[in-house]
Nanobody
């Protein structure tokens, strides 16, 4: 079973940058869509960004367009989320997820990591 392990979270200040990493235990197959979601305290899990392996096509939530960049290193089975110009509204647990649909809906993803905390202070 493919496992996902996130890393790179931490405590930063407004305007800072962070890069999150997602390591997959196995090969990233061409049909897969790898995504990042986040969940803030008391809120539902929300879509952040996705990338499809076979096309490289990406999609971003409106709240992160122009600030976040998702990328994939297929040779090393890694997915990254570069986050720039962070604000307190970006504070959440960030999850890596794997699915096969080009979807922003959490229930469409069947493999999840344990999450990594990102806290942005004002």
């Amino acid at each position: 079973q493919v496992q996902l392990t996130e890393s790179g979270g931490g405590l930063v200040r407004t305007g800072d940058s962070l890069t999150l990493s997602c390591a997959t235990a196995g090969r990233i197959y061409s049909s897969w869509v790898m995504s990042w979601f986040r969940q803030a305290p008391g809120k539902e899990r929300e879509f952040v960004a996705l990338i499809r392996k076979n096309t490289g096509r990406t999609k971003y939530a409106d709240a992160v367009v122009g600030r976040f960049t998702i990328s994939m290193d297929s040779a090393n089975n890694m997915v990254y989320l570069q986050m720039n110009n962070l604000t307190p509204d970006d504070t959440a647990v960030y999850y890596c997820a794997r699915g096969t649909q080009y979807s922003t809906i959490p229930s469409d993803y069947n493999v999840w990591g344990q999450g990594t905390q990102v806290t942005v202070s004002s």
